[in-house]
């Protein structure tokens, strides 16, 4: 069964920087293309970063030139390097499969997330 571990997130000024981790167990890490995504108060969840098992990276316009999205396949950890952040960019941010989310036989399997804000 897979799980998924999301860590890193915090409270942080406008202009900083935050790194996120997401852990991978119960899943061939290395195989599948991976994602973060975020969602914000009364939004919907959105796709913010992918990186595919080549490593080929993309990013949603709102975030390119300041994320980046990188995996340690030895310890089946996916991250997110943030820079230059924004209020906007208050969220809880989740790690997940990409495109098809993980499933854990009630449906789509989301980890706890971790929580970021960003103050002005």
């Known amino acids: 069964q897979v799980q998924l571990v999301e860590s890193g997130g915090g409270l942080v000024q406008a202009g900083g920087s935050l790194r996120l981790s997401c852990t991978v167990s119960g899943s061939i890490f290395r195989l599948n293309d991976m994602g973060w995504y975020r969602q914000a108060p009364g939004k919907q969840r959105e796709l913010v970063a992918t990186i595919s098992r080549l490593g080929t990276t993309m990013y949603v316009d709102t975030v390119k030139g300041r994320f980046a999205i990188s995996s340690d396949n030895a310890e089946n950890t996916v991250f997110l390097q943030m820079n230059s952040l924004k209020p906007e960019d208050t969220a809880v941010y989740y790690c997940?499969?990409?495109?098809?989310?993980?499933?854990?036989?009630?449906?789509?399997?989301w980890g706890q997330g971790t929580q970021v804000t960003v103050a002005s």
């Open positions: 997940n499969r990409h495109p098809t989310p993980y499933q854990n036989g009630l449906g789509d399997y």
